[in-house]
């Protein structure tokens, strides 16, 4: 919430380009402060157990810097500048179909859906239900993309998709959650999902994906790596792809309590 609230603040006031170093300036101050920095560390540690602590550490400073200048993007980018960090012929493959599309939390997610839906598609989200505040806060930079809250919001996804022709519906498997929760193995830990997630293909009669969306090497461009799914053996090649994600891009992976806690996530 905090780091939102200031990056608000340094977006409103300065140059995207000026609000960026800023950021990054910020980002390294706050990460000696911050009780996630303990939280990426332990991830970081559970991923590369045979990483040297300084690289490791460079990773979690580059996490923070990334998500410091996601978050001043996301707020100052118009339509213009949109197009300049997104491609949607990217995502032509979700078009005049059903599709249900399992990803995780990177950073450009933010990004990628403020403006997707203007250019016609019809994309969803399953989301935290958060306090009304922050979701009002978060939701008034992404106005691209429609949201259901999870738990009741779950079946009125349901209820409304099954009418639908066309729609990508996205669940993001290390954030949403169910109502009702899982204890998985997962990179040798005990780690608790959403239960039932995977059962949507089916329910919704929709084809199925992994999608990773990450930031190229320097930064200038959204990049989506679509990864078709048979139905019959969803669950265990999203959790495949998930773990080959994050350790293909793990300063990129913005959740960072996922290994951390046993509260629901």
Aim: aromatic letters at 18%; charged letters at 30%.
């Amino acid at each position: 919430m905090f780091v939102t609230l200031v990056a608000q603040f340094i977006a409103f006031f300065v140059p995207q380009k000026v609000a960026e170093f800023i950021a990054i300036i910020l980002a390294d101050a706050f990460r000696i402060f911050d009780w996630r920095t303990k939280a990426v560390m332990k991830n970081l540690e559970i991923l590369f157990p045979n990483k040297p602590l300084r690289e490791r550490k460079l990773i979690m400073r580059n996490t923070f810097r990334k998500m410091f200048v996601t978050y001043i993007r996301v707020m100052k980018i118009n339509r213009r500048k949109w197009e300049q960090y997104v491609d949607p012929r990217d995502l032509e493959v979700f078009k005049g179909k059903k599709s249900i599309i399992f990803s995780i939390h990177m950073g450009p997610w933010d990004i990628a859906s403020k403006y997707v839906n203007l250019y016609g598609f019809e994309f969803y989200a399953l989301m935290e239900n958060l306090p009304k505040f922050y979701l009002w806060m978060w939701l008034r930079f992404r106005r691209g993309i429609k949201v259901f809250l999870v738990g009741t919001g779950t079946i009125k996804a349901i209820q409304k998709l099954k009418r639908e022709k066309e729609f990508a519906l996205v669940v993001l498997v290390d954030r949403v959650t169910s109502g009702k929760y899982v204890v998985k193995k997962f990179c040798g830990q005990n780690v608790i999902f959403a239960e039932g997630i995977f059962k949507l293909p089916k329910i919704l009669d929709s084809d199925v994906y992994f999608l990773l969306c990450h930031w190229d090497e320097n930064m200038e461009r959204v990049r989506f790596d679509v990864v078709p799914l048979e139905k019959g053996d969803v669950e265990s090649k999203v959790f495949d792809l998930f773990e080959e994600s994050v350790k293909k891009y793990p300063d990129q992976w913005f959740n960072f309590y996922f290994f951390t806690t046993q509260r629901p996530i």
